[in-house]
């Protein structure tokens, strides 16, 4: 594909700002609607932004580093863009599309690419019952909070939380305890993509808990419904030899 027409995208950081002006004077700027690619400057929070923006556009996204740890994105140059672009390797990332019920019953809904946390909110540790496809799997986690991560997002908030790395292309989600403290020894999951996994707070008035997709964070929540998006996706474009696949993969001999 000719990759003419490029819209280029920027974080509010300095350095972004300065690599978005000399590249419009390069290479122009295209609006999005009629860009063949979306370049984002910045870091990866800018990338999970601009991967929300555009997923419902069949835009591809290329990414560069602008920011600070830049997982999601690819080494800065100025030159050769459109030579890079048209070798640049695709790979798709489904969302989890997030269903939370609050204690007065309104629902919210949110996406996420990463992950979709579920956190207590005050002193008080949380605890939650997790269901998966209907069935109960554990009556009662007492933790910090669980998230659930897809591929992409396993190597962001759910690595902190030790939870496992996933293969970018593997049909799998991680579901991870944040500090559990009963069951102790209760590590987490590997679940199936396809999996719908509901996870109530058991005390939520006395121990309020939040859920977080992404960006999108909202308060005082009884329970939470969490599966994967089929229908919708992220194209993201990288450089050959340094693919999001590879990237999750050397990630796990780095120490």
Sequence with gaps: MEFRRL??????APQA??????????????????ADVIVA??????????????????????????????????????????????????????????????????????????????????????KLKISIDGHVRLEELTCDGILLATPAGSTAYNLSAYGPILPINSPLLALTPISPFRPRRWRGA???????????SLEAEKRPVAAVADHVEVRNIRKVEIAQDRKRSARLLFDPGHSLAERVLAEQFRF
Aim: aromatic fraction near 6%.
């Design 190 to 200: 590997i679940i199936p993509h396809q999996a719908h996994v509901m996870i109530e």
């Design 7 to 12: 819209a280029f995208v920027a974080a509010e």
């Design 41 to 126: 400057l910045g870091g990866d929070g800018l990338m999970l932004q601009t991967m929300h923006r555009f997923m419902s556009s069949g835009k591809a996204i290329y990414g560069m580093n602008r920011g600070s740890v830049g997982f999601l994105m690819n080494d800065y140059s100025e030159t050769n863009l459109r030579e890079r672009l048209k070798a640049a390797e695709p790979t798709s990332v489904h969302p989890l599309k997030m269903k939370a019920i609050d204690q007065s019953g309104t629902v919210h809904k949110a996406m996420a690419f990463n992950e979709v946390s579920f956190l207590r909110q005050r002193h008080q540790t949380a």
């Design 17 to 34: 700002r300065r690599a978005l002006g000399r590249l419009v004077k390069a290479y122009g700027q295209a609006t999005p609607e009629t």
